[in-house]
């Protein structure tokens, strides 16, 4: 079953990259952007992207986030092939008010 989601985040830092065994084979993976997401009951969860993604559909440049920027994330959640989580954002957008550090 998928379901949409709409959610206000805070971008926390990021996640380095790293490996894991699918089928016996190291599948490698890139450096990520952990979230603090605000769900919609009140809980509050993390969230991690590959920055790879997150360019794909983000409106702003993703390498600029600083530590306390706020976004809205905008896609689908449903449950893996291994009965684990998945999230997938079709949109990234910055909260108002937030500014990005501007390009050296």
Known sequence: MKVPFNVSAEYRG????GEFKRDGVAV???PQARFEVDLPDGDVDTW?????????????????L????RVHL????GESRDNGMYVMPHSV???EGVKLAAAN
């Open 28 to 30: 490698e993976y890139g």
């Open 66 to 69: 600083k530590k306390g920027d």
């Open 14 to 17: 990021t996640k380095p990259g």
């Open 93 to 95: 957008t910055l909260a």
């Open 48 to 64: 991690s992207f590959a920055f790879a993604r997150l360019d794909n559909v983000a409106s702003f440049d993703t390498s600029k």
């Open 74 to 77: 905008v896609g689908i959640a």
